[in-house]
């Protein structure tokens, strides 16, 4: 009896020209560490569903200082992106989404350690504006953490051993050729110098 009333309600809502739409769901990094005065992207993807399009679609980014200190604006972007004309992130921050690919990243420009904080990404697509608000929280430190530079110390080794290999392989492969194909030029010059002999 209870399903049946559901059922029927969800009919006269269909028919009545009533839509249910999910909340747009948001996706962030969660935490992110970033050298001081270095650049960092902002990471935010985002589902809807309603139909997405760059006229329809809205971001916003804020941030919220580790201290204390009020939720200041980050960037706004609908249609173009709108940074920020004063403020801490004043020439700070640039777009990096792509509204078609539902991307609403941002990039943060030579991070300082007043940018410790959480960043929060805030996506709305008419009728879709409800859903939840993605958090990024960013630590500025002012060196790589020590197994970040043991990653980047083996991936350049890596890369030089790589080389290094590559070089002696076409090296011996061009030695084994020689070998075995002696050159021509080698072999008309002897005759030619056993033709002048025998004058």
């Given amino acids: 009896m209870c ?3 559901t059922h029927l309600m969800l009919l006269l809502l269909a028919a009545s020209g009533w839509r249910c739409v999910s909340g747009i769901r948001v996706f962030t990094a969660g ?4 050298v001081n005065g270095t650049n960092v992207r902002l990471k935010c993807t985002f589902q809807s ?5 760059a006229s329809s679609v809205s971001v916003s980014w804020s941030f919220r200082p580790l201290g204390p200190g009020q939720q200041e604006t980050v960037f706004y972007y609908q249609e173009k992106p709108f940074p920020p004309s004063e403020g801490r992130f004043k020439g700070k921050v640039e ?4 509204i078609s690919g539902r991307d609403a990243s941002v ?3 030579k991070v300082p350690f007043t940018f410790n904080g959480t960043f929060s990404c805030q996506v709305k697509n008419p009728p879709d504006v409800h859903g939840n608000v993605g958090e990024v929280r960013l630590q500025v430190v002012s060196t790589a953490s020590l197994s970040e530079i043991l990653i980047l110390c083996v991936a350049i080794g890596g890369a030089v051993l790589l080389i290094l290999l590559l070089v002696m392989i076409v090296v011996s492969v061009r030695r084994c050729h020689r070998r075995r194909n ?3 030029n080698h072999t008309i010059l002897r005759q030619e110098q056993k033709d ?3 004058w």
């Fill in 107 to 109: 990039v943060l420009r």
């Fill in 31 to 34: 935490d992110v560490k970033a």
């Fill in 49 to 53: 569903s309603a139909a997405v399009s």
């Fill in 182 to 184: 002696p050159e021509p």
């Fill in 196 to 198: 002048m002999t025998g």
């Fill in 95 to 98: 777009w990096a989404g792509d």
């Fill in 3 to 5: 399903v049946e009333r």
